[in-house]
């Protein structure tokens, strides 16, 4: 399985990593807009040569709580972030975010892949994606990230994250974004307690039937600090540990800010997989 983002490819016949490019708030204040740029060109550079398969940069924080970023900030954020890095880099760029302003100027950027936490629910985004041409991450995500961590509640998460995909993948077909362009991921972290995240890596492979790939990310994230109890800064085994449960079941993509040691492991993963 192949995936033609604008140019670029991303060859998903085994699991590769997705890189997280942090864009922090502050990277472009006054004076240091150039010094930022370039750290982040090498911070991308070094994870494309560790491996990574695509990189991932946002401008938006969704972490549980954050406040609402406006369209001309995410904008400054981002663009010239894509511009630089997509003619730098030989893998593709993605960009991640919600609003349709974004993805046809980062796509006309150079950006490879839009990666819609928000499934591309927003008003303008469905058509937005579809004209862009690019391959389309659909996430699965209860509520806003202001309250979606309020008390979530399933009775079957599964089953319901997984009828959101579908519909949310029909309404692309009807847009014109074929499922050979779409990969899905169910959205670890976003409106789910850890029962309902384990019991989605639990059954990850319920997703596959769907589309083009499965793409996850655990990296870091509070489902692997509750297990451990441990601060962000050590959750690198277990999060090594979600990524291979998710890749031994199928997903292709594993959205991760170790990129190093994410490609080694699921280089394991992949292997064992081939095997005789
Ligand atoms: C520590 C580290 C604590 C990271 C929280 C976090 C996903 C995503 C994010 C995901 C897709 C995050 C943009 C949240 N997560 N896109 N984006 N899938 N497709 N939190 O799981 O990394 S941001």
Known sequence: MLLDCA??????????????????????????????????????????????????????STRPGAAAVS?????????????RLSGALAVPISVDTSKPELMRAAVAAGAGLINDVRALRAPGALEAAAAAGVPV???????????????????????????????????????GIPRERILVDPGFGF????????????????????????LIGVSRKSMIGALLDAPAGERLSGSLAAAVIAAWQGARVIR?????????????????????
């Open 191 to 214: 409106g789910k307690s850890l029962a309902h995240n384990l019991s989605l890596l639990r059954h990850l492979d319920r997703f596959l039937d769907l589309a083009a790939g499965v």
């Open 137 to 175: 991450c659909l996430m699965h995500m209860r509520g806003e990230p202001g309250d979606m961590q309020h008390a979530p509640r399933y009775d079957e998460v599964v089953t319901e994250v997984r009828d959101f995909l579908a519909e949310r993948l029909r309404l692309c077909e009807a847009a």
């Open 71 to 83: 369209i001309q900030e995410e904008l400054d954020r981002v663009l010239p972030l894509v511009e």
């Open 256 to 276: 991760a800010h170790d990129v190093r040691e994410t490609v080694q492991a699921l280089r394991v993963c992949a292997a064992a997989a081939a095997a005789a």
């Open 7 to 60: 140019g670029k490819r991303l060859d998903l016949g085994g699991p590769v990593v997705m890189g997280v490019l942090n864009v922090t708030p502050d990277s472009f204040s006054d004076g240091g807009r150039y010094l930022k740029l370039d750290d982040a060109r090498r911070r991308a550079e070094a994870m494309a040569a560790e491996g990574a398969a695509i990189i991932d940069i946002g401008g938006e």
